[in-house]
Nanobody, 127 residues
Framework: QVQLVESGGGLVQPGGSLRLSCAAS????????IGWFRQAPGKEREGVSC????????YYADSVKGRFTISRDNAKNTVYLQMDSLKPEDTAVYYC????????????????????WGQGTQVTVSS
């Protein structure tokens, strides 16, 4: 079965850190650009970051630049999102997806995700 499974979310205080994982099964992640997205209650899903398949180039939304780091470990068939200096406005369900476009984008309509969405992982930043 071809799927991406997100994990690593949780409750963290402002200023804290979390590392999210996006594990692929049923296919090899190496050949795909991968994007991280998030959806807060009452809002549309927005692009957060992506990493290309070709040269590992990375891109970030303006709201997370300098705080989040995306990386991939092809040997483990996994993409990560290291989130530091977390803010309450980062609270959302986070999803990963294969994407057709990996380039600078900020806001909605980024990266052209395709395939099925996973269940996501909840990130809550609160004191």
């Amino acid at each position: 079965q071809v799927q991406l499974v997100e994990s690593g979310g949780g409750l963290v205080q402002p200023g804290g850190s979390l590392r999210l994982s996006c594990a692929a099964s049923g296919f090899t992640l190496d050949y795909y650009a991968i994007g991280w997205f998030r959806q807060a209650p009452g809002k549309e899903r927005e692009g957060v970051s992506c990493i290309s398949s070709s040269d590992g180039s990375t891109y970030y939304a303006d709201s997370v630049k300098g705080r989040f780091t995306i990386s991939r470990d092809n040997a483990k068939n996994t993409v990560y999102l290291q989130m530091d200096s977390l803010k309450p406005e980062d609270t959302a369900v986070y999803y990963c997806a294969t994407v057709r476009v990996c380039d600078y984008c900020s806001g909605y309509g980024c990266y052209e995700p395709f395939g099925s969405w996973g269940q996501g992982t909840q990130v809550t930043v609160s004191s």
